[in-house]
């Protein structure tokens, strides 16, 4: 089981930036498939970005060109760079991580994107 602690959320105007945060604990790292998720209000949650423990990436198309999903294997961390923000991106954003069947859930981090 993996204990996973995010942050980095926020207020941002429409075309801003940010990074998110997520720091692991309580198992071997790198070997799991790191992601991130985000539910809006009313809307159900969705997979928005994941990272293999070989560095593949993959992106939903809603983020494709925007968002960069990394990890730093060494600080257990897993980070969502955000770039060209839009008000459809708010929402709460979750990591996981994810070994076969088994995946583990963050508590979240809002972000909100308005003028």
């Known amino acids: 089981q993996v204990q996973l602690v995010e942050s980095g959320g926020g207020l941002v105007q429409p075309g801003g930036s940010l990074r998110l945060s997520c720091a692991a604990s309580?198992?071997?790292?790198?070997?799991?498939?790191m992601g991130w998720y985000r539910q809006a209000p009313g809307k159900q949650r969705e997979w928005v970005a994941s990272?293999?423990?070989?560095?593949?990436?993959n992106y939903a198309d809603s983020v494709k060109g925007r968002f960069t999903i990394s990890r730093d294997n060494a600080k257990n961390t897993v980070y969502l760079q955000m770039n060209k923000l839009k008000p459809e991106d708010s929402a709460v954003y979750y990591c996981?991580?994810?070994?076969?069947?088994?995946?583990?859930w963050g508590k979240g981090t809002l972000v909100t994107v308005s003028s």
């Open positions: 996981t991580a994810a070994l076969g069947p088994m995946r583990d």
């Open positions: 309580g198992s071997i790292f790198s070997i799991y498939v």
């Open positions: 990272i293999t423990s070989g560095n593949t990436t």
